[in-house]
C-alpha cells in the first residue's frame, strides 16, 4: 500500500473522519477495501497513483499525485462512491463534517462543534489545544496545517 506520507507536496489530498474510533477490525477491512480502490482507481482509463491510509484509528486519507494523470470529476466521484460505500458496509460516519477532532495529551478526542465550545468556554480547551484541521486539500498543507493550535484553525470561531 503507498501511504500517503510517501506522496509529493503538491498531490491532492482528501481527509475523511469518522464520529467515533475505528475497531482493530474495522482498520483491517478499511485498509483491505481501500488497497483494492486505489489499485483499480483511473481517470478516463489513466491509472491514478494515489494513495490510502488509516490514520490514528479515526481517519481515512485519501491522496492522488496528478503529475502522472490528473483527478477528473468521474475519478473524483468514484473516490467519494467508495467512501460512502465505506460507511455502508461498516456503519460508519464519514462525512460529517461537524464533528471536531482534537488532541488531549496523546489521547485524541471527538466531539461535535456545539460541544467543542462548551469545552472553550469551560477552559478545557484553548487556543494551544492541537485540533485536526480536516478542510486540507494537498500533502503539504496536511503535512503542515493539518494538525494545528486551535486559534490557528477554522475551529477558533469557538474562542471568540
Known sequence: MTQVSTMPANARLWVYQNNRIFSDAEVKAIEELGIQFISDWAAHGASLKASFDVLHNLFVVIAVDEQQAMASGCSID???KFVKELEIQLNLNLF???QVAYRIGSDIKICKLSDFEKLASQGIVNEST???NNMVSTKASFDS???VPLKQSWQSRVLA
Open 145 to 147: 496545517e493539518w494538525q
Open 78 to 80: 468514484k473516490s467519494v
Open 130 to 132: 492541537i485540533v485536526f
Open 96 to 98: 460529517d463534517r461537524m
